[in-house]
């Protein structure tokens, strides 16, 4: 099983629907990332949380929204979705600090959202 | 957060050595310079990570200078299997709170036989 898991891996949805993309890792990380990725424009980060009371944005952050129900867990939100959110989504995880570390960023395999 | 700049797109044959090169002419004196590896349809993949000098592991070289503004990716005798898109990144490192980490565009590298 992966360490990172995203769930769903590929949804198709209309203009204004709400979507959620969820996040799980089994690596016992305290940072996690939500990053999009758009052909040509490599990757860009949309919210990263350092620990479970600890939120911020990103570079593109506006129409998204995250919540951190869990060390393990890291959800995104399109509160209403439109077709320039169409993109493939990654989540990432990160150890910090108690172990020496290289800072290294674990990647799910990827949600790829499609709005129509 | 230091912003880093890389060439577009690189060509290069089997057997060949590639070097990568990135500015970071704004790097930080806690930034560590990280290189990742990405094919398509899948997430970012860790290659290797310095902060001043030479690291060599089993896959890539990489080369900083004394200055810390740029750093060089060094991939031996690439094979098919390299083509891939690589990002270098400048943040935190070993034991260190902080930024997170942002990638720019990349470099993708095409290798042919």
């Known amino acids: 099983d992966a360490d990172v898991t995203q769930t769903p891996r590929n949804r198709i949805t209309k203009t204004g629907k709400r979507i959620m993309l969820e996040c799980s890792q089994t690596k016992g990380h305290d940072r996690m990332y939500w990053y999009r990725q758009d052909p040509g424009l490599g990757l860009r980060l949309i919210y990263y949380s350092f620990d479970v009371k600890d939120i911020n944005k990103g570079e593109i952050s506006d129409g998204y929204s995250v919540s951190r129900q869990a060390q393990a867990k890291f959800s995104l939100s399109l509160e209403s979705a439109i077709p320039n959110q169409t993109a493939l989504y990654f989540c990432?995880?990160?150890?910090?600090?108690?172990?020496?570390?290289?800072?290294?960023?674990?990647f799910g395999e990827g949600s790829r959202l499609t709005v129509l | 957060l230091a912003k880093t700049t890389q060439p577009i797109s690189m060509d290069s044959y089997e057997g060949q050595e590639v070097n990568i090169t990135c500015s970071h002419n704004?790097?930080?004196?806690?930034?560590?310079i990280t290189w990742y590896q990405q094919f398509p349809s899948q997430g970012p993949r860790f290659i290797i990570q310095?902060?001043?000098t030479k690291v060599t592991n089993e896959v890539a070289s990489l080369f900083i200078p004394a200055d810390r503004k740029s750093s060089t990716l060094s991939l031996p005798r690439v094979s098919l299997s390299d083509t891939a898109v690589y990002y270098c990144l400048v943040g935190v490192g070993i034991g260190q709170a902080g930024t997170a980490l942002i990638f720019g565009k990349g470099t993708t590298l095409s290798v042919s036989s």
């Open positions: 704004n790097i930080a004196t806690n930034d560590y």
């Open positions: 990432a995880t990160s150890d910090f600090g108690v172990k020496r570390n290289t800072g290294e960023l674990f």
């Open positions: 310095g902060y001043k």
